[in-house]
């Protein structure tokens, strides 16, 4: 959810991008039907081991991304999206495989007195997409919104 922030910001940035979010499974039907996405990316099973490490590189390579900002790193992920000859690739600078990015941020997310979602923020200003103000897009589904609106009934909670 503190991810989501960047895509508005590069949604304001570049209006006319086909913006794609990678996710773990549980993630997706977080954000597949979110305003400022074009598509989701699943990071499933079919790319875990070996083989599916260049299935992964494959798939990146075949969208022919201009630019990828990681928001959390990991060295398979930064592998990735080198290996699959993203041009742009957005990162921290303090990880031992920092140098598999080319526009690194200089700020530890453990030391930063920042909100989570203000540091992904900076990484994305490396793309000089605008970082103020932070942005949620978020829409409630009305099934969503009336079964909530049950429990909490159901549990004596009231609410406005």
Do not use: C, W
Not at 64 to 89: E, N, Q, S, Y
Not at 131 to 147: G, N, R, Y
């Amino acid at each position: 959810m503190l991810s989501l922030p960047v895509v508005v910001a590069l949604r304001r940035r570049y209006q006319d991008a086909h913006l794609v979010m990678l996710v773990a499974p549980p993630i997706r039907p977080l954000v597949e039907d979110y305003p400022d996405l074009d598509a989701v990316l699943t990071d499933n099973s079919a790319f875990s081991g070996l083989a599916g490490f260049f299935r992964f590189v494959r798939t990146l390579r075949e969208e022919k991304f201009d630019a990828a900002v990681l928001l959390h790193p990991t060295l398979r992920l930064a592998a990735a999206l080198a290996l699959a000859r993203i041009p742009i690739r957005v990162g921290t600078a303090y990880r031992a495989y920092s140098f598999l990015f080319n526009r690194r941020v200089k700020e530890h997310r453990k030391f930063s007195a920042r909100h989570e979602a203000e540091f992904n923020l900076s990484l994305a200003a490396r793309l000089d997409a605008p970082v103020e103000p932070v942005e949620f897009h978020l829409t409630v589904q009305p099934d969503a919104a009336e079964s909530v609106s049950r429990i909490l009934e159901e549990l004596n909670i009231a609410t406005r």
